[in-house]
């Protein structure tokens, strides 16, 4: 079995901040580059964040840059999306993707509220 799975979602109000965290098991979490994307009512899944395995590269979506914080843990298989500054734009429902091996969660919808 290898799975992810996200936590931490909800509902804030604009200019909050939410701390999304995707959980992996049945496999070597630390091996995988790990992807945030998040995908709004009727429009096609974007890529969020992403981080390499062992934390040193990461990539932000232009929308977030310099908002959003990706970050890992892989002793706890761990990785992390630390969102700031929260606009409304920014509601949508946010997944979790590994590389190694392909694997999606279930999604965790956070909502913020003006």
């Known amino acids: 079995q290898v799975q992810v799975a996200e936590s931490g979602g909800g509902v804030v109000q604009a200019g909050g901040s939410l701390r999304l965290t995707c959980t992996g098991s049945?496999?070597?979490?630390?091996?995988?580059?790990i992807g945030w994307y998040r995908q709004a009512p009727g429009k096609q899944r974007e890529l969020v964040a992403r981080i390499s395995s062992g934390g040193g590269k990461k990539i932000y979506s232009d929308s977030v840059k310099g908002r959003f914080t990706i970050s890992r843990d892989n002793a706890k298989n761990e990785v992390y999306l630390l969102m700031n500054s929260l606009t409304v734009e920014d509601t949508a429902v946010y997944y979790c993707n590994s590389l190694v091996p392909i694997q999606w969660g279930q999604g965790t919808q956070v909502t913020v509220s003006s």
């Open positions: 049945g496999y070597t979490f630390s091996i995988s580059d």
